[in-house]
């Protein structure tokens, strides 16, 4: 039956009870999707900058990413362990003048926190005369003017925190490399006897390999080894038990059997072909964490160079405390030197012997140049790596000369693929941008546990059926990716070169 009309020809219905809410049924239609995020749009390449990356950025406010968790609780949690660490220092002290230097510190730690759990606005690093400085500060200027700890990229923020952390004690007079996390990471190498044991009593005597099948074996095994010694991770693990340090860094076969399977995207076959195919030529390691994955990278590149691999191994780290547990040059020269004369561990005469074995080879290779230990301040800036060849032509043309570069870890991988919200299905070449497209772009290799919201490189459905049945997958550090680029090497560096 025809409704009546008003006259603006609006349906007319006497005495219809408007309901408070509406209710829909939909019983027919296909089941609500509970895929983690819904899939943004991509960002067109030219308008692609810090603050506004490839697909959008996870930021601290935004309270389904992991991100807001670290802005908002991790961060002054860290912070505030800095600070007890810096007082047990200040404790210490005999002489005026350090203490009032070191309280000074305190004091700028403090307003640190402040800002922090106040979410102020991202202002300048003071000059402290180091190089990274006009790096950092352009940066805030050009993107980040009138954004806060919580608005800005998650990647920048938290960069941008341990800079600012740094600089507590770079404008001081005797405290100017002070590292608040050294204690942490010493204290937690010193509980993985039990797997550095394992590694050194194995590979102590340089390796006779029968042939080219017993060397893909060992490298197979010992790569992952490599890639799992990232699950002891500083910053996450907190109060971790011996026990639990040792089952994490379990290097034994079944262990690696088990694990194999939560290898979400696997180019290990790529990376051994590039490695058998590319003899004798550089390899590189931008490292992560200090202590047992340092050591495992150690002990990788040192296989490497006696099966004839590379000829020469170039490890990356940075100038200071970075992250919690990332590699400085103290901890490169710590964990090499207590090898050779260190009391860290308890053992049998056998296993010391062959820690000591170990580090006095190091020692020898770096005196030859087999192995060199860099610091390049573009390392501890806010950019992505999408950046690298625009902000620090230096070193992408320093990774030119690279047969192959491994990024450890799972900042290196939030650093690769611009930290944001892209498909997990999102190929790796294209998710890292101009780090595999510009030409002379090295042959890159990304081995990361998993353990923030960024990822790309897994076949379809690997992601939504996770989201499904494992919750905290993401996060966990329970699955990891080995992802390789081929680049562009055998084409010549274009320093003006754009996406
Ligand atoms: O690079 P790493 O050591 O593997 O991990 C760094 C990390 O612990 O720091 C962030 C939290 O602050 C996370 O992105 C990530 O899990």
Same mark, same amino acid.
């Given at each position: 039956? /025809?409704? &009546?009309?008003? &006259?603006?020809? +609006?349906? %007319?219905? &006497?005495? /219809?009870?408007?309901? +408070?809410?509406?209710?829909?049924?939909?019983?027919?239609?296909?089941?609500?999707?509970?895929?983690?995020? @819904?899939? &943004?749009?991509?960002? %067109? @390449?030219?308008?692609?900058n810090p603050e506004s990356p490839p697909f959008p950025a996870f930021r601290g406010y935004h309270t389904f990413s992991f991100a807001n968790d670290v802005m908002g609780r991790r961060l002054p949690t860290i912070l505030g362990k800095a600070i007890e660490d810096t007082i047990i220092t200040l404790n210490q002290l005999s002489k005026e003048d350090e203490i009032l230097d070191l309280l000074a510190c305190i004091e700028r730690m403090d307003t640190l926190m402040d800002d922090l759990k106040s979410n102020k606005k991202l202002t300048p690093i003071p000059d402290d005369g180091a190089g990274d400085i006009a790096i950092w500060n352009k940066e805030i200027a050009k993107y980040f003017q009138g954004k806060d700890f919580m608005s800005a990229p998650w990647i920048f923020a938290e960069a941008y925190k341990?800079?600012?952390? $740094?600089?507590?004690?770079?404008? +001081?007079?005797?405290?100017?490399?002070?590292?608040?996390?050294?204690?942490?990471?010493? %204290?937690?190498? /010193?509980? +993985?006897? $039990? @797997?550095?044991?394992?590694?050194?009593?194995?590979?102590a005597e340089p390796s006779k390999i029968p042939n080219d099948d017993a060397k893909k074996l060992i490298f197979m095994e010992l790569f992952q080894v490599c890639l799992w010694g990232n699950s002891t991770d500083l910053s996450l693990l907190i109060d971790m038990s011996e026990e639990d340090i040792k089952n994490l860094q379990s290097t034994g076969g079944d262990q690696l059997a088990a694990t194999q399977k939560n290898i979400l995207g696997n180019d290990i076959e790529k990376v051994w072909n590039q490695l058998k195919n590319n003899k004798n030529g550089r390899i590189d390691f931008v490292l992560d964490n200090a202590g047992f994955e340092l050591f495992t990278d150690l002990v990788l590149a040192d296989f490497l160079i006696q099966a004839g691999l590379a000829d020469q191994v170039k490890f990356h780290g940075k100038r200071f405390a970075w992250f919690v547990s990332d590699v400085t040059r103290k901890d490169w020269e710590w964990l090499i030197n207590s090898a050779c004369y260190g009391r860290l561990f308890k053992g049998t005469a056998e296993e010391l012997n062959s820690l000591r074995a170990l580090g006095q080879r190091w020692k020898r290779y770096e005196q030859e140049g087999k192995i060199k230990y860099e610091e390049h301040?573009?390392?501890?800036?806010?950019?992505?790596?999408? $950046?690298?060849?625009?902000?620090?032509?230096d070193l992408f043309l320093d990774l030119h000369q690279s047969k192959l570069v491994f990024f450890k870890g799972d900042l290196n991988h939030r650093k690769l693929t611009y930290d944001c919200r892209a498909p997990p299905t999102t190929p790796f070449t294209e998710a890292i941008g101009t780090l595999a497209s510009a030409p002379g772009a090295p042959p890159v290799c990304s081995m990361r546990t998993i353990k923030s919201d960024v990822v790309v490189g897994l076949p379809p459905g690997v992601a939504e059926k996770l989201d499904k049945e494992e919750k905290d997958w993401r996060l966990s550090g329970r699955y990891s990716v080995i992802l390789m680029s081929d680049g562009r090497p055998d084409e010549d560096v274009d320093f003006d070169y754009t996406p």
């Open positions: 039956m /025809a409704q &009546p009309q008003t &006259p603006n020809g +609006s349906v %007319d219905i &006497p005495n /219809a009870s408007i309901p +408070s809410s509406v209710q829909l049924r939909l019983n027919n239609m296909p089941p609500r999707s509970r895929s983690y995020m @819904a899939e &943004p749009n991509k960002i %067109d @390449a030219k308008y692609v341990y800079r600012r952390l $740094h600089s507590c004690f770079s404008i +001081s007079k005797y405290f100017q490399d002070y590292d608040v996390f050294f204690r942490q990471k010493c %204290d937690t190498f /010193a509980r +993985s006897s $039990h @797997a550095v044991f394992e590694l050194s009593t194995r590979f301040p573009f390392w501890i800036s806010g950019y992505t790596f999408f $950046h690298l060849l625009e902000v620090s032509p």
